[in-house]
């Protein structure tokens, strides 16, 4: 009897949580290699818990050509570009400016659909065969917009999402209010809403970790903790993974799932990707005394609400430039401030948390990168803000993919 295929997943997140899983369920035996002590720590712990399958608009957009000298003075509290002047950090912009145009808007917009699309049919597959905790609620999801070019892009992107066959709509003030009264409580009168019924909000970080434990206990899934792995290559037909320790650990498939540090171990491969990250905050307080129930996303402060049962979420802002996940604590007091001033009742915002911050690893088109490097090496990163959307969709692409290259 042949000996079973081996992988390593290198990335302890959503992403490769998940990719353990569609692997493992193909018959490999996986090893899940995490630099911090467990599972879904980093960019994975601190999302706004949204699963927006629906909501993938592509971050580079024509819109955004003509903001560029505010995120790069940072009079943009919610989007900045701090310049750091290094060769593939210059690229990384060159190339995401080459996506801002309409057409290639549309395109990634769709194509991010796509997977997120495939990422809740695999959700709800695998909640039908092994239900997993995870406080899922399905309450939908709106946006907030205001302004009339806010308004006029909505309406396209609306109707190029309803010919994919999404049950989104674009609701007027009153009729968003209707559905949603704690929304007519926005301290800035909104012009129209998008709604989607169907968009849905869980725990990341405790799927990630109840995944992980039902896998060690029916597939041959190990995790490793505190396993910061330094180097990759390729030996007598096996791919080979060096750790801090100095420990070398042997497979015939290393997937490199670790976000914005890919690169660390593909680059000296020669396949630098195209990731560069971006920071994002999130914070939790007690639900105020004009809660929503849904999930809320505030499109021009770029925040998202999140109903946790008995305390808001917030989540957003998005630094390029910076690689630290420290938490500032005047941008996190200027968020808490942008949450105030859109949905003054959704939280207790004097009893809000401390914060937390980490590092989205963006890509020039906001697709990730799912695909085999070279033999024995595989990819799936550069999810962005949507890892969590996109994190069950991607992992059956990335098996899709391992098994066309077996």
Known sequence: MP??????????????????????????????LEAMPDVALGASFGNGRQLSYSHTSALAAPSIVKQIPRLVWGRDEAFRIRLRFDRHFAGWLVAFLAQCTANRHKRNTLEALELAEASRRAMDHLQEQHPIPFDHRKTGKFVLLRGEEAVANARVSVASKQAQGVDQRLLSPAEAFEIEPALANCAEPIDAAIFTASDESGDCRR????????????????????????????????????????????????????????NELLAPLGHRLPIEPMKGYSFTAPL???????????????????????????????EMGRVDSKVDELRLASMVACARASLPGAAVYSDASPGWAGMRPMTPNSLPIIQMLAPGIAANTGHGMLGWTM????????????????
């Open 3 to 32: 000996s079973k295929k081996t992988a390593i997943i290198v990335g302890g997140g959503i992403i490769g949580a998940t990719s353990a899983y569609t692997l493992a369920r193909d018959g490999w035996a996986v090893r899940l």
């Open 391 to 406: 994190a069950m969709g991607s992992a059956e692409r990335l098996a899709r993919v391992v098994s066309e290259h077996a």
């Open 207 to 262: 799927f990630a970790a109840e995944l992980l434990s039902w896998l060690s206990e029916q597939y041959e899934v190990a995790f490793q903790g505190s396993s910061h792995a330094v180097e990759l290559r390729r030996a007598h037909r096996a791919s080979v993974v060096t750790l801090a320790s100095g420990e070398e650990l042997e497979a015939d498939l290393v997937v490199v799932s670790s976000g914005h540090r890919s």
């Open 288 to 318: 105020g005394n004009a809660a929503p129930v849904a999930s809320v996303t505030d499109a021009k402060r770029r925040i998202v609400f999140t109903h946790l049962g008995d305390r808001i979420l917030v989540a957003g802002v998005a």
